[in-house]
């Protein structure tokens, strides 16, 4: 293993292998106390009229949450409750999946007004990321009989 420390570079690229050993590896530690990430894709697509894509939700379900990766709505869509939609689409879809809330994060100049809108509080800021903005960290809890703790497990404990 010395051999291997002392080589140790990062690099833009990677083998195709590269990810899924690394992923197995931190998933077989911490599956003895919360289980498998089981991450399983949710996608709801916005198309053109010529069936290609213009926009959409992308995220996953894991560990009982929904994680939206990425929202967007055309231009032209805007202001008519597209954006909604979608968010309530994946919603039901989550809540069908036994998930009991939602993540997002966004930047300072991005949606964090609609995400608000839509239920969803603020739980931590990344400062100047980018710089001059920040990154923003938000949640809704499905059910409030599910409490939203602010911290439930401490780091380490």
């Known amino acids: 293993m010395a051999a291997t420390l002392a080589g140790l570079a990062a690099s833009d690229t990677f083998e195709a292998s590269t990810f899924a050993a690394i992923f197995e590896a931190l998933d077989a530690s911490s599956r003895p106390l919360v289980g498998p990430a089981l991450s399983r894709l949710l996608v709801i697509p916005i198309r053109n009229d010529d069936g290609s894509v213009a926009g959409g939700f992308w995220g996953c379900t894991v560990f009982r949450w929904l994680h939206v990766q990425m929202l967007f ?44 809108k839509l239920g969803f509080t603020l739980f931590g800021v990344l400062n100047d990321f980018p710089p001059g903005y920040d990154r923003l960290f938000l949640r809704k809890r499905f059910d409030a009989a599910c409490g939203d703790s602010e911290i439930s497990h401490s780091v380490g404990a």
Do not use: I, N
């Open 73 to 116: 709505v055309p231009e032209k869509l805007r202001g008519r409750g597209v954006g909604s939609a979608l968010m309530a689409a994946a919603e039901t879809a989550a809540r069908e999946r036994g998930c009991w809330g939602a993540h997002v994060d966004t930047f300072s100049f991005q949606a964090a007004p609609f995400y608000r």
